[in-house]
């Protein structure tokens, strides 16, 4: 059955915060020789997944744990510009299985989102330059994660070549989001778990809320940041907008300059409703959970309707 990909991994092998891993891998470089380093920094980032264990298939170990990028749509990046560092920070975790992707804050937080990669499903799964770029086994469907760091290029490539990736298992054959409540596999376009009902934020709610409120489809997903930021923007263009309208009927007013002012200013204000209407909508991609507190449970096996 599907559900037993998500089955807890007990105590098995080599643990590292309650974390199974292969010491030989993790702590050493691309040539398999230890070194103080990586071990230092490996444990630095281990310590953010220390959520991880239900999550984890059995025998399933921990190879890597690396950062980047989680993928934008070409659009949404465009738009994004600099703040793409700050929205889209995500974690990698290389097993002998699949790579988890974890999408965290600037500080690397977790955020109650996880997704995976199967190698299974995979026709390719490779890093070009500082990007990995994963071709799923099915409509030639593939995804590029930005930003991965220098120091852990040539060991990710070494691990890719000795990984088996095949593009044959059409079940897994997509970055497959897991819900974080009981790591069972989530639909897309489906804002709740059919295994434990766990409920998520939605498109429509956050486009809806993106376009009436300042800021607030940033403070829907949880950026809230760049959500005041964006709130406060927004209510200083209504503000001179509306000064500008108000002040162009004095009779000494032109208002034909009034309207050379406001017309970009209403170019510029649509311009940032657009923008934070594709940023949320793209976050919930994503499998935003309604509670902003969760902790998975591992209980996948429990329920006799989980996949």
Same mark, same amino acid.
């Given at each position: ?76 990046? &465009? +738009?994004? *510009?600099? $703040?793409?560092?700050? %929205?889209?920070?995500? #974690?990698?975790?290389?097993?002998? !299985? ?125 950026? &809230? +940041?760049? *959500?005041? $930021?964006?709130?406060? %923007?927004?209510?200083? #263009?209504?503000?001179?907008?509306? !000064? ?64």
């Amino acid at each position: 059955m599907p559900g037993r990909e998500f089955e807890p991994t007990g105590i098995m092998g080599q643990q590292i915060f309650g974390l199974p891993v292969d010491r030989e891998i993790l702590f050493s470089n691309h040539k398999k020789i230890y070194k103080k380093r990586i071990e230092k920094r490996q444990r630095k980032l281990i310590v953010k997944i220390h959520f991880l264990k239900p999550f984890l298939k059995r025998g399933e170990k921990i190879l890597l744990v690396t950062t980047g990028y989680s993928p934008l749509a070409s659009a949404a990046q &465009y +738009l994004t *510009g600099f $703040l793409f560092v700050y %929205l889209k920070r995500c #974690l990698f975790v290389f097993t002998n !299985y699949r790579v988890l992707h974890i999408p965290v804050t600037p500080a690397y937080k977790y955020k109650n989102a996880i997704a995976q990669i199967a190698y299974a499903g995979c026709r390719s799964l490779a890093l070009k330059g500082g990007t990995l770029v994963a071709d799923y086994g099915k409509l030639g469907k593939s995804e590029k994660f930005r930003g991965v760091p220098v120091s852990d290029r040539r060991k990710i490539k070494m691990l890719l070549g000795q990984l088996p990736i095949s593009g044959t298992d059409n079940d897994t054959a997509d970055r497959i989001h897991l819900c974080p409540n009981c790591t069972h596999r989530l639909e897309a376009g489906k804002y709740v778990c059919e295994n434990c009902r766990q409920k998520f934020k939605s498109k429509l709610a956050a486009r809806i809320i993106a376009v009436i409120i300042p800021g607030g489809g940033y403070f829907y997903t949880r950026h &809230y +940041l760049i *959500g005041a $930021l964006n709130a406060l %923007l927004e209510v200083l #263009l209504i503000s001179y907008l509306v !000064y500008i309208a108000v002040t162009s009927g004095i009779p000494q007013k032109n208002v034909k300059e009034s309207l050379y002012y406001m017309v970009p200013l209403a170019l510029i204000y649509l311009t940032l409703k657009i923008i934070s209407v594709i940023h949320a909508t793209h976050f919930i991609d994503e499998f935003i959970p309604k509670e902003k507190l969760l902790k998975p449970n591992g209980n996948s096996r429990a329920n006799p309707n989980s996949n």
